[in-house]
């Protein structure tokens, strides 16, 4: 909080720095609950699973930078084709979003001390570590899933696949869905209880609204894929029907709950982009965002409307004309949502007094990438039009732009936005501004030439083609770009690392920002805000009034909650102070618990089920153990009797 | 003192210039081939229209959101729209008119041209309609042709009289394929338990090629086909060929050729109808000299490359079904002979 | 009226009234050591408590499950013309009602044991949570040597028919198993009397069974559906 503070402030955050003191080294990291230290974990295990994927892409596309090249066989092309799905939607883009920016920003955009689970936090950081684990042990043996990122039967049946490929798909996708449904739950109570006092739904960061659409949309989409995948491994690990025709199953079926998640599954990347791009906006443009009202709810919209497009993936299949007509309209009208956020954000840029910093830059390259794939996307929803182009090039191309040009970008964007404040140290703007462009023409040069070549007839997920098709000159582009990409985000990262060690020095609000983060130092305190913020207004940094009052509370030694690891919970709607909740400091049952998992899931992909049966036994007696230790036996300062009024925190 | 573009005027240039130049090379080595936008068929020239409009509207759509980014970036120090100034309520109005209204009105144009009227073209022909048949049946990875009503059976060619409606029956033996012919006809995915059908109707006499467009394994990327659209009697001057069965072979390198394919494991997986031969795992042979090209399109039908892929099919086209028989260069020779009699 | 108002200036609102926001006393639950104070500060929050958020939201997800699971089933049997397939039995209707609607009486005991919770009274809660868990042990035991008879006669392995009917009920069994081993963790918890993070798990625990049981339900029609 910078100001001298008098002496019975002073004793608080004393108290306080005690009260929170981070464990250090390994066993620190091994057992933290902390969400920034959860966040950070999350964020470099996606970074180098991104780097994963990545290579995974640049060696496709130097397989397919000429026509009959041998760089790969098939069988490698489709194990790479296979992983770049699985890893960049379940390995990078989704705990990037939730696990890295959601844990490390939510509650100090609302003004809280941790998410609201923060033990199941890390449990959830931990399984996600597993299932990656898992999912790369299949590549470093050889026997990656290799029939696409969404493993149609019966290709993926154990007649067609009998390796353990598909069932490292089946078990792990299962597995990384725990982490995702449990990261999920803890966003949506976060947000619902955690909030400052004062923080009513309606003046809840945009950000939030993006992350509860996107955590609500997880929680009820998940069980799909996850029954698909039960069904997948029921069939080839027990020799069950589901899938199988001759016996009254249909791969259809699978289709069906594949993108009954699949679908919601985008909307899920995304929702967080837009958030990470109204915050990044108001700062650097000096304004509010237009209609901010309308905005929360085209977010929400999207998340609900999601679910009902899913058949837009299966036009080609066959099915009766009334039904595909129903979906592609469904698949029309969530243009509107998204169209209402496109144009908000382009009349707040036009409306404000925009500093082009390199944040602002990679939103305005989102903004420029999302309207040219969400226009593909609307071309795709034209039955006719979709039938001759699915599964060609065209569509790979809207994906990537849509995906990398709306998710990653705004991605990086907020790795700039961000980085002063987790860091406390300035990237060097040249380079960062460097590093966008050409990301920027390298993502242009890399995927809009696909649309072209899917018009021309290209399919996807081969591992060659025939020069007769004349593809040849396009796919060489196409390839060049992505190794102008790939510099492009190799200088991201070289930015950030060097800064880390040689920026210079920023104090806390270094942007101007309008939400509560910027109010706490850079890097924040393990325990985020010495005094509990109260808040009027959507936009709290910029309504000096709040942070003179927080001062004035912190001055007085009020509203500190240092008897132990506390933060407030308030009511859902309203934001009404209701109770404080001890939070649990350091645990190893996370880790444990993950473990376990990770052994048990090992069980099941080699069919050892009374081993994997006893392993669940020792699930159930980690969990209990677990919650073994209450709030109610942590050691609190004064002893027992009534609560004392959180006006009054004088020493016993 | 001149001043450098931009971010704004630099960020039109680095998009158009690459963009009309993409166009340029594209368009320019596409015509006809597999391309979409080279249509030959009513259906398909429906869909090429679409595709152009639906092009011209995204392109003006994207040129005005790229247009009011450019002029953010001019106006950047002066808070405001141009024109109307501070006014909240026009900026919320253009939320409000670009965000809802324009795209309803569009939508509803697109969707009644495309999914009311133009898949009226696209979905499946009423089997009245019609007046040929034709089987289409996936393998992993060539395409089984048959013709319902006749004896004739080929595979990876499928021709057909122009100006004729043909129903094309799409099935598969094993997994997901996906028919795509697109100078003819829309794709239809061939899925177990499934009978899905398209139209297949050109006015134009040629040589068109299809290649399989669902993922389907190892050689997915090897699994093409060409349709021939020829006058009705060329048509059925090939048909009537194609029921009849094998020909004798007339030489004697021929005739040792015939007793290593029945001797040598070729006709436990291939059919030479008229013959002994009568394998259903890898294609009809009956009439292989006939076809253009073999492996599905992979290489041209030449002695010399039938020789080689019978020799080592795994080397050309690595994980399908063929394996490699381990025969001689002369009995492969002299297996080729045979083979490239059978017209 | 511009949007954009100047930097620092506040949005106009009145800051809150006396009495309101920081000024109450908020209940630490930690402090919450006894049955009576434990239920008198579950009494004082005026919102629900996270724990239930997140059971609620678990069963969320687990709703979903089902009905995914049924719906599948269904998707399957409008799929084909014959559903079971010939010459498989139709499910019996009696025995399965019966014991679903045992299931779903245990309901019962478990709401009274969240209101004894919420009272501050252990020893009822621990007793009515005991008699709920010995009615769902004895349930899941019959459910399971019924499972594992009929699988004997009818293979999973013999058609979709047969896939789908024993997975779900599987799925179902599963979920009860779940729930017994949330009443036994409650019950080695009330060993030692109540607190309100136990008052918690027990109002949660009684909305797992509360829906689970109205799953029960609709996995009952769909398993007799042919019957019916």
Redesign the interface.
Known sequence: MGAALAPPAREQVARLDRVWKERTGLLGWLTTTDHKRIGLMYFFTTLAFFAAGGTEALLMRTQLIGPNQKLLTPEAYDELFTMHGITMIFLVVIPMTTGAFGNYLIPLMIGARDMAFPRMNAVSFWIFLGSGIFLYVALATGQAPNAGWFDYVPLASKQYDPGLNIDFYGYGLIFNGISSTAAAINIVVTIFKLRAPGMSLNRMPLFCFAFLAAAFSLIFALPSLTLACLFLELDRQLGFHFYDVAFGGDPLLWQNLFWIFGHPEVYIIILPAFGIATSIIPTFVHRRMVLFPLVALAELLVAFLGFGVWVHHMFAVGLATEVTIYFAAASMIIVIPSAIQIFSWITTILTGTPEFKTPLLWIIGFIVFFIAGGLSGITLAAIPFDQQVNASYYVVAHFHFVIFGGAVFPILGGMYYWFPKVTGRMYHERVGQLSFWLSFVGTWVTFFPMHIVGIDGMPRRIYTYVASTGWGALNALESIGAYVLAAGLLLVIVNLAVSLFKGERVGADPWEGDTLEWSTSSPPPPYNYAVIPTVTSAYPMWDERDRRRDRARLEGGQGVLARGHETPASTVQDAHLDEVLGMPPYSMWPLVVGLVLFVGFVMLLLAHYLIAAGVGGMLAAALLAWHARQPEQAPLDPAGGSPPALTQEAAP | MRRRAGPGRRRLRSVALPALLLCAAGLGGCGGGQSIVAPRSHQTSLIALLWWWMLGASVVVFAGAVVLLAIAWFRRRTPGLPLFGRREEVAGGMVIGFGIVIPLVVLVALFAASDLYVIRFSEAPAASSTSLTVDVIGHQWWWEVRYPGTEAVTANEVHIPVDTRVNVVATTADVIHSLWVPRLARKIDMIPGRENRILFDTPDAGTYVGQCSEFCGLQHAHMRMTVVAEAPSAFHAWLTNMARPARAPATAEQREGELLFMGRGCAGCHQLRGTEARGKIGPDLTHLATRKTLAALTIPNTPAELSAWIRDPQAIKPGNHMPDLGLSGAEVAKIASFLEALH | ?????P?????G?P??AAG??????????????SGEAAAR?AA???????GI??MA??L???T??F???IG?YF??DF??KQ?P?AGVKLPETLDPSVLTAVLVLTSVPMALAARRARAGRPRATFGLIALAAFVQCGYLAFQLHQFVAEAHTLH?????????YF?LLGLHHAHVLLGI?FDL?LL??LRTGL????ITGVRAVALYWHVINVIAVAVLITEISPSL
């Open positions: 009226m511009s949007g954009a108002l930097r620092g200036a506040a949005t609102e800051p809150p309101q926001g920081l000024s109450l006393q908020p209940p630490r639950s930690a402090l919450a050591r500060m004082e929050r005026k919102a629900q408590p996270s958020w997140g939201l678990f969320c997800a687990e979903m499950l009905v995914g699971v599948s998707y399957l799929r084909v559903w397939p999973p392995q013999a058609s979709a028919y047969a896939s789908a997975t081993l963790g080695f918890w607190s309100d993070y136990r």
